[in-house]
């Protein structure tokens, strides 16, 4: 049994709310957090990991190709997006689009992709604890819901049924 895979992917800048995905996952054992992308806040991020001992389980990736960053995506299980605000994310749809189960922030667009425990989890921005329903997988909640999503690849089902072509004609 692998661990659970979650990414984010993105510019790494304040309002992203990386520092949440580190606090949160610090001392997790069965998840594996990988952390794509680049900007100002990347030292920041990298110094806070050093300060949280180095936990092996989180990967602060950097700045990948688009195939690479591709890869990544049909690896993993779950998408975090943490962000303080968000509009209409081309990062979420596109994650979703390859099958993983979102948990992302409850703010602006992420709002207008994600039903709360149907789809995906909505968290307040800036509350580690807030995500620790996901890593636990609690049985009967919408975290169970959503790692079962992870699990079989199918969040791309459920966010993106809204939007197919005979949904819209």
Not at 72 to 83: K, N, T
């Amino acid at each position: 049994n692998r661990p659970l895979v979650a990414l984010f992917a993105g510019r790494l800048t304040n309002a992203k709310g990386v520092e949440t995905i580190l606090l949160a996952a610090r001392d997790l054992r069965d998840v594996r957090v990988e952390i794509v992308g680049d900007g100002p806040e990347l030292p920041l991020m990298t110094t806070l990991h050093a300060q949280l001992g180095a936990p092996r389980n989180i990967l602060l990736l950097g700045r990948m190709t688009a195939g690479e960053l591709r890869k990544r995506m049909l690896a993993a299980d779950v998408f975090l997006l943490p962000s303080d605000h968000e509009g209409m994310s081309n990062a979420l749809l596109e994650a979703c689009a390859a099958g993983l189960a979102p948990v992302v922030s409850d703010c602006g667009g992420n709002r207008e992709v994600i039903s709360d425990g149907e789809n995906g989890l909505l968290h307040p921005y800036g509350d580690p604890d807030a995500l620790h329903p996901i890593w636990q997988a609690v049985p009967g909640t919408a975290a169970e819901v959503v790692v079962a999503m992870a699990r079989t690849g199918s969040a791309d089902l459920t966010v993106l049924a809204p939007y197919r072509r005979n949904r819209l004609l």
